[in-house]
Antibody, heavy 119, light 106 residues
Framework: QVRLKESGPRLVQPSQTLSVTCTVS????????VSWVRQPPGKGLEWVGA???????DYNSALKSRLSISRDTSKNQVFLKMNSLQTDDTGTYYC?????????????WGQGVMVTVSS | VQMTQSPSYLAASPGESVSISCKAS??????LAWYQEKPGKANKLLIH???TLQSGTPSRFSGSGSGTDFTLTIRSLESEDFAVYYC?????????FGAGTKLELK
């Protein structure tokens, strides 16, 4: 059974770094790409970036300078780090499994972790 | 690619049929997905390739369209269908989403 679960701090101070972990089961992160998607409160979904099954990454150009996505294949985990946080980075952060290598179509999502950026 | 979804809100009763529109700012072929969002649950992929039901999606859901104009139709609404629905293009990176349609009980 495929599952993804995000974990991380619920509150982060402005200018600090956000670290979120996605722990997956039912598939290997070396076999499928995994993306991060975020959703500010009351707003739409925004693709943050992805780590390909081979380990390389791709980022939303608007966030690229602040982002790092990595993984631990032994633990089947994917990590999101975003620095220099501002209040408009507040939102729910999701990880999602790509259905195939053909494009960013997501067949399984985690329930998300709500992160508030505030002092 | 900008995705314009309408309406933002839709009120309906069980047994009714509803349709949600999604328009892309340029052609995305049929690389369009529909997702369902419910509180406390993971987003669920309902339809991909514009009209292909994902495994487990009830047959009362259908998708149509190609190019720039797409529609999600739900026939004979059931209580479990009241949720938020998003379209998403996956024709190119970055993938982009519609703003969502909240389907509420009338």
């Amino acid at each position: 059974q495929v599952r993804l679960k995000e974990s991380g701090p619920r509150l982060v101070q402005p200018s600090q770094t956000l670290s979120v972990t996605c722990t997956v089961s039912g598939f290997s992160v070396t076999s499928y790409h995994v993306s991060w998607v975020r959703q500010p409160p009351g707003k739409g979904l925004e693709w943050v970036g992805a780590i390909w099954k081979g380990g390389s990454t791709d980022y939303n150009s608007a966030l690229k300078s602040r982002l790092s996505i990595s993984r631990d294949t032994s633990k089947n985990q994917v990590f999101l780090k975003m620095n220099s946080l501002q209040t408009d980075d507040t939102g729910t952060y999701y990880c999602a499994k790509h259905r195939s290598f053909l494009g960013p179509l997501f067949d399984y999502w985690g329930q998300g972790v709500m992160v508030t950026v505030s002092s | 690619v900008q995705m314009t979804q309408s309406p933002s809100y839709l009120a309906a009763s069980p047994g009714e049929s509803v349709s949600i529109s999604c328009k892309a700012s340029k052609s995305i072929s049929n690389n369009l997905a529909w997702y369902q969002e419910k509180p406390g649950k993971a987003n669920k992929l309902l339809i991909h390739s514009g009209s292909t039901l994902q495994s487990g999606t009830p047959s009362r859901f259908s998708g149509s369209g190609s190019g720039t104009d797409f529609t999600l139709t739900i026939r004979s609404l059931e209580s479990e269908d009241f949720a938020v629905y998003y379209c998403q293009q996956y024709n190119e990176y970055p993938p982009t989403f519609g703003a969502g349609t909240k389907l509420e009980l009338k």
